[in-house]
């Protein structure tokens, strides 16, 4: 006797189909609100905040503390304008914003003026309020330099114990108001190191890199690809959390066995 053929495989296959559909979607979502309102990664493609961060390393920032902009969401698609649940950082936070003026690049500095102060540089040292803060020099900061990476000067150049390159660079500890404090660099004499006062507007922060004389940061005119003015809060991504990941650059995607000799792990999980 012949039995009829049933239509079940078939209709597994549809299932499963709309099963894998359905996972991609909610993966999308699930990616979609992380990504929109938890954390972003960044990757730090300068020296600009010599010595705390390095070309190669990886960071995730937090978006919850500074509330959400449009520049929270993917591509900055605007949906909204200004802030929800706004709040304005502290002084010493290291801050992912979009850069002005053309709000076209992710950049990462460190918070120096809230909105009121009153910042300038004189000889070399930040002045808040019409007063100095305090800056101790510490040991240098010597470091090896990434495959593309080139010491700012020949001077601050020597041979490291196995005949490698390293970078010298005279290195300083500041303290903020309040006791906040981090290490920054002074390699030597620039424009930059003597400024105006600048009174930070309403709605704006004065954002500066820790190595002063390698940064395009809040001292200088607002221009794509250099000097960012001030930075308005509507700007703020999030704020920088830990160190995920870091590399020197030397990595060859060819070869498996570069992508391990090219990571830094003694950086990894390094908290702000």
């Known amino acids: 006797m012949t039995t009829a053929a049933r239509p079940a495989p078939r209709a ?15 993966l999308l979502l699930v990616t979609l609100i992380v990504r929109s309102f938890l954390v972003t990664l960044f990757f730090i493609p300068s020296e600009s905040m010599q010595p705390r961060l390095l070309v190669g390393d990886f960071l995730i920032a937090a978006k919850w503390p500074y509330g959400y902009s449009r520049w929270s969401l993917p ?11 706004g709040a304005v950082p502290d002084r010493g936070d290291v801050v992912i914003f979009r850069a002005p003026p053309d709000q076209s690049q992710d950049y990462i500095k460190r918070v120096i003026g809230l909105p009121g ?8 040292i930040v002045w808040l309020n019409g007063e100095p803060i305090a800056r101790q020099r510490v040991a240098d900061f010597v470091e090896r330099p990434g495959v593309d990476e080139r010491c700012a000067a020949p001077e601050f150049v020597e041979a ?18 309040g006791g906040r404090s ?33 940064s395009a940061d809040s001292r200088f005119e607002p221009r794509p690809g250099g000097g960012i003015g001030f930075v308005p809060l ?17 990595a060859e995607w060819y070869n498996p066995v570069s992508w391990f000799r090219a990571a830094r792990p003694e950086r990894i999980g390094e908290r702000f």
């Open 75 to 85: 591509y900055g698609i605007p949906l909204f304008q200004g802030r929800i649940f």
């Open 234 to 250: 509507d700007n703020l991504v999030g704020e920088a959390m830990l160190t995920v990941f870091s590399t020197d650059g030397s």
């Open 160 to 177: 490291g114990p196995a005949g490698e390159r390293l970078c010298r660079y005279p290195r300083y500890r500041e303290t903020l108001p």
């Open 12 to 26: 597994a296959k549809r299932s499963e189909g709309r099963d894998f559909t359905l996972f991609l979607v909610k």
């Open 182 to 214: 981090f290490e920054t660099l002074d390699i030597g004499a620039t424009q930059a190191d003597d400024t105006q006062v600048y009174t930070v507007p309403a709605g704006h922060l004065f954002l500066m890199g820790d190595n002063r004389d390698r």
């Open 117 to 124: 102060d009153r910042v300038q540089m004189r000889a070399g």
